[in-house]
């Protein structure tokens, strides 16, 4: 037999908007199960973050995706907003409601935290599009020059 077979499965990029999209849609299907023991308010947040992350994503049709984008993408789907969810899903319901010292509840901080990783969210698709801005003026600057009127008229 000699040397290990390789996987008939093609590898994927985790980066790639394929990957991207999975995982995203991971997420999705996670908040929708759980939503029976979030609060309202951090359900409709966390779907308007994967809202957002979707239409990063999708920004990839028109032009690659940039590495800040790509690691906000990822951080925010696999990492911190699945963690703030379990945390809160991990809570004792009583103490759901429960003022701590900052005088905040569980149920406050979760829905503040979920609002700040949609800030970022929107910080990041604003950037894109201001990307997008950029190289269309960056291209009508090559059109103007390349198409002008010239100044030699013959």
């Known amino acids: ?45 966390a779907r308007q973050v994967t809202d957002v992350l979707w239409t990063i994503i999708q920004s990839s ?12 993408v990822r951080a925010i789907t696999e990492d911190y907003l699945p963690t703030t969810l379990r ?11 429960v003022a701590g010292r900052t005088g905040k509840t569980p149920r406050d901080l979760a829905a503040d935290q979920v609002a700040a990783l949609w800030e970022s969210a929107a910080s990041v698709l604003q950037a894109t599009a201001e990307q997008d801005v950029s190289a269309l003026m960056v291209q009508g600057k090559f059109l103007e020059t390349k198409f002008a009127r010239s100044d030699l008229e013959l």
Do not use: C, K, W
């Open 1 to 45: 037999m000699g040397e290990a077979q390789a996987s008939a499965e093609p590898q994927v990029d985790e980066d790639s908007p394929e990957a991207l999209i999975r995982a995203l849609g991971e997420l999705v299907d996670f908040i929708n199960r759980s939503s029976g023991g979030l609060p309202v308010e951090t359900t409709v947040l």
């Open 87 to 97: 945390a809160y899903l991990a809570l004792d319901p009583a103490l759901t409601e």
């Open 61 to 72: 049709e028109d032009r690659a995706l940039d590495v800040h984008a790509v690691i906000t």
